[in-house]
């Protein structure tokens, strides 16, 4: 078996540590790999902190609800203080297992949030690397450690609610909308139809477009009209160019266009724009006494 973990103190208790002082402590994270001997957990009576597992290869044997649950790769599972820990693995399943502990006056309150469970989110390198992150701050205790910690760990729960979310509504979470808006964020200046966007996303122009709106609440043309509007307001204001070349260079090709887009967005013309914004960035002077 190998066995990596890091630990906030020292000293080590079979029961973890409580901790009421603070709203979040991370006690220790690990990862196990099981390759040649079966391992086996017995904590009748649990622990005093929380714990984490994810299944992240292979397959893991648990007792919930008073019976033998196996669990493959992807399942995350929560057992709270004094909640009994009983499970066991087999080397030839070749299970990889990561696990974190934790404790704090805000761990129900989190756990709520985020909406973390025993549930299945399926492979996910961003969490395998997250836990490995915790294991080396923990291990080498650098300044400001604690801090990372904290911040990796609710990273951790985050992608675990949202990667549940993901399987449970599929169709709020479509990856190639996702990859759309990302890419019309770089190449907003580009000549982009419904039509091109569908393509983008090898979508039917009907379909894409109730996708889009229900994923992000407007269509997609008026969501890129506000985006190139945001990247006009930034050229405005630093005054250096004129209102149509700007138009164009955030993807007009009518200035007039332009301008009717900017107001409705706004509520002002691009012209009152950049007067408030030379007002705004221009410095008062004041005669000397």
Partial sequence: ??????????????????????PLTVNCCGLQIFKTKDYSQRRSSGRVDYQIIYIYEGTGHYFLNNEWVSLPAGNILLFRPSEPQIYSYYANEKPVIYWIHFTGTECEALLEKYC????????????KILFQDIITELQLKKVLYEDLVIHSFYKIL??????????????????????LIIQLNQKYMDKWTISSMANFCKLSEGHFAHMFKS???????????????????????ADTMSISTIASLVGFDDPLYFSRVFKRVTGI?????HRNALETNTPEWWPAD
């Fill in 215 to 237: 994923r992000i609440g407007v269509s997609p043309m008026h969501f890129l009209n506000e985006l190139r509007v945001e990247k006009a307001k930034s050229l405005i204001a």
């Fill in 158 to 179: 985050a992608i675990i609610c949202r990667s549940r979310q993901q399987i449970l509504m599929p169709s709020e979470n479509n990856f190639s909308i996702d990859r």
């Fill in 1 to 22: 078996m190998i066995n990596v973990s890091g630990h906030l103190r020292n000293r080590r208790r079979i029961v973890g540590f409580a901790d009421d002082s603070n």
């Fill in 269 to 273: 013309a691009p012209q009152n724009f």
């Fill in 116 to 127: 973390i469970s025993n549930c299945y989110i399926g492979e996910n390198l961003s969490l």
